[in-house]
């Protein structure tokens, strides 16, 4: 009796105790939580109890806005912030970097690289993920890079710092051997910091395909100087370096791309940089680059301070399908059989998790070369004979396609879904591209996107977003009318693989009009899913239909009266973040940020947001004590970031007031001009987008990519172009000739 009431007492004056200890700030220092990429927070606030009481606490407008003098527009806005010292640091869609109070989203102050003024250059949209902070010296400095530069900036006051570089910025283009354009380069993901380096990738447009066009790179540089430090290329610059035999015909010499622009990851300890690659120059025709093609669609492991390379894993030989390693790995610490092991492990847009040993490269499963399909019609293509697959993880994708796919909804959507699969070439998964179109899945952007995996350490759990859909991956003879574009075949035929996706020669592709289910997806619903992985054991933990799914789909004629799931699936590419409050944070696709139960999936709450959510959650606790989670939403003028809280009953709106988002146009002409034009060409007829007439899909299928952007192009709000202006833009190209 003593004893209890002794006990009682010392629990109860410890509860009283911790009840009034200051909370500690958590920060959020680097784009994936740490530089892991765990994606994981130890913030425990809000929890799975009382998540259902989250608010919304402030809301930031970037204010971003198409140029028309400039023929520039913004893209998704995609950022996920880092807070340090009670600041959050962003960037913005034309990569602007803005400071705001942590507490408030207050801003504090901003910087304008200006990098609209050059034009939209090759890139189809501006999009930026986030910043880097270096924290030295007593000081700290913001990273930004921008197209071709890379910006030092005081983060107390947002100014460039006179002694990197030339006036606070390094170029990122000049002195590497090649001719890199200004308006052929473009950067979308963070930097990473490593001790006094500062390293970052690179990405070129897919869109361009010619002899010559510029290698993927990382380059590091002194973080007080802005000098190069070190270069690594992904693709062999000389006869004898590594990798050179996998070119046939010293093809090494002028094909391009291999891109590095994903973020990266680093394992601090050990020094090493884990850098995940792109397909190479024609992505999907590689009839005058026969061979693997290293170091393209591979996982390279180098050292962080010399950019030597230490391993490497190529997922992907003679790349023609777009399966770009779009995520940086996450770097976990997981016990197989009894044994720990740090391992590195990578999610893809194919839909396999890849898992090797941190410092070796070794496999941690067994990876088989396997026999795939081969036989392409495309003239010139020699397709790899073998690709890799995982033993283990099973795949969190599905992959590949069969009639036993088709969407079954109802018995009439099932026959005309059958029907249209049947006007395209179908099989399982790495199918070659074809004249006709090969329906490919996972999609050109996965799969898993570039929103990546989170890791829970205590469970040894990877959690990651996948997306359900089919790509129709065709080719086409290219009519040379593009500077730019010099292969013999290209995915860029005159329609393009937006809109209107038919091929030019051989004219046997059916209309797009044909296709009477419009928004309806082909194949079965979900269209996504929120995966777990048991990386202890190699195998899916759980896995849950994630989203709503269009309201186009809901809403179409074909499905009126029928009694759909609550969760279609909404795909899309930004992922998840994970909290030590047992809890999983997620949007993509929809105007919710989402909370699940980190143990079985279970929905727990949804917040609205002002748009579909376009970037990585984050969270962190204020030096006040409040946790906060923040997730980026919108594209174009309208995009917004907000912030939830515990008990908030409302937002506080700041917003950049130096542009104002132009009013909806209301004739097709003007609306085209407005919102398509920097993309697809003043006259629909293709610009850095591809061409748009002639137009032959229905305005619902038509709204449907509009809005949801789907992987195809960044969504669009009905505050930007409503209903009406759509079906008017689609009027308009109907009757373009």
């Not at 030989?317 to 976990?332: E, K, M, R, S």
Request: charge should be neutral; glycine fraction near 12%; proline fraction near 8%.
């Amino acid at each position: 009796m003593r004893y209890t009431l002794v006990a009682t007492l010392l629990v109860s004056m410890t509860a009283l105790g911790a009840q009034r200890l200051p909370q500690v700030m958590i920060e959020w220092p680097y784009y994936g939580g740490d530089q892991a990429q765990s994606k994981y927070s130890p913030a425990a606030d809000i929890t799975t109890a009382n998540v259902s009481q989250l608010g919304v606490a402030w809301e930031w407008r970037p204010g971003d806005v198409p140029f028309q003098q400039y023929g520039t527009r913004p893209g998704n806005f995609e950022v996920t912030p880092l807070m340090v010292d009670n600041v959050l640091y962003v960037s913005t869609q034309y990569t602007r970097a803005v400071a705001l109070d942590a507490d408030s989203g207050r801003q504090l102050w901003a910087f304008d690289p200006k990098i609209y003024v050059d034009g939209q250059g090759s890139a189809i949209d501006f999009t930026h993920r986030g910043v880097a902070v270096w924290r030295g010296g007593g000081s700290s400095r913001v990273f930004l890079n921008s197209r071709d530069r890379l910006w030092a900036l005081d983060a107390r006051t947002g100014t460039p710092i006179a002694t990197f570089g030339e006036g606070g910025s390094a170029s990122l283009i000049e002195g590497l051997g090649v001719t890199i354009p200004k308006l052929y380069a473009r950067q979308t993901s963070p930097p990473v910091v490593y001790k006094n380096l500062v390293i970052v990738g690179s990405s070129i447009a897919d869109r361009l395909q010619f002899k010559g066009d510029p290698p993927g790179t990382v380059q590091a540089f002194d973080v007080n100087t802005g000098k190069r430090a070190w270069v690594f290329f992904t693709i062999p610059r000389s006869a004898d370096a590594f990798g050179a035999d996998t070119w046939a015909n010293e093809s090494w010499k002028y094909t391009g791309h291999a891109n590095v622009w994903a973020t990266m990851s680093i394992d601090e300890s050990r020094g090493l940089l884990y850098v995940p690659t792109s397909t190479p120059s024609g992505d999907y025709w590689g009839g005058r680059r026969a061979g693997a093609n290293l170091f393209a669609e591979s996982l390279v492991c180098l050292d962080a301070m010399t950019g030597e390379r230490k391993w490497h894993f190529q997922a992907v030989h003679h790349g023609i399908w777009d399966y770009d390693f779009p995520t940086a790995p996450n770097l976990v610490t997981i016990t197989v059989n009894g044994k720990r092991i740090d391992a590195v492990a990578q999610v893809s847009k194919q839909g396999f998790t890849y898992v090797f040993d941190r410092v070796t490269g070794a496999p941690v499963w067994p990876i088989e070369e396997r026999r795939v399909e081969t036989y392409s019609n495309v003239p010139g293509e020699q397709p790899y004979p073998t690709q890799p697959f995982p033993t283990r993880p099973p795949p969190f994708s599905g992959q590949g396609v069969s009639l036993d796919d088709a969407n079954d909804l109802t018995p009439a959507v099932r026959a005309l879904a059958i029907a249209e699969m049947k006007k395209y070439r179908i099989g399982p998964v790495f199918t070659p591209p074809s004249l006709e179109g090969t329906l490919q899945r996972p999609t050109t952007t996965g799969g898993s996107g570039w929103g990546g995996a989170a890791f829970d350490s205590d469970t040894g759990v990877l959690y990651v977003k996948s997306s359900e859909g089919i790509s129709i991956n065709r080719v086409c003879k290219n009519n040379q009318g593009d500077p730019d574009i010099d292969v013999d075949y290209s995915n860029n035929c005159r329609n393009g693989r937006v809109f209107s996706p038919e091929a030019q020669e051989p004219p046997a592709a059916p209309a797009a009009s044909t296709n009477k289910l419009g928004p309806i997806p082909i194949i079965k619903p979900p269209y996504a899913h929120l995966v777990a992985i048991d990386l202890n054991r190699g195998q899916i933990a759980w896995k849950v239909p994630f989203g709503e799914g269009s309201p186009l789909i809901r809403t179409h004629p074909l499905l009126k009266g029928v009694k759909l799931p609550d969760r279609l699936g909404t795909p899309g590419s930004p992922g998840l973040l994970l909290t030590r409050g047992g809890l999983v944070f997620m949007g993509s696709g929809d105007p919710y940020l989402y909370a699940f139960d980190k143990t079985n999936g279970r929905e727990l709450w949804r917040g609205a947001t002002p748009f579909h959510v376009g970037g990585n959650p984050m969270t962190y606790r204020t030096r006040a004590g409040r946790q906060l989670v923040v997730v980026a939403s919108g594209a174009g003028p309208d995009a917004a970031l907000t912030a939830f809280a515990l008990g908030a009953t409302g937002a506080t709106t700041t917003s950049n007031t130096s542009n104002t988002p132009a009013s909806s146009a209301q004739s097709g002409p003007e609306a085209y001009r407005k919102v398509c034009a920097p993309c697809h060409g003043a006259n629909g007829t293709g610009g850095v987008a591809p061409s748009l007439v002639p137009m032959t899909k229905a305005v619902d299928e038509v709204l449907g990519i509009v809005r949801g952007g789907i992987g195809q192009m960044p969504p669009v709000s009905s505050g930007e172009l409503t209903d009406a202006d759509v079906g008017g833009i689609v009027e308009y190209l109907r009757s373009i000739r």
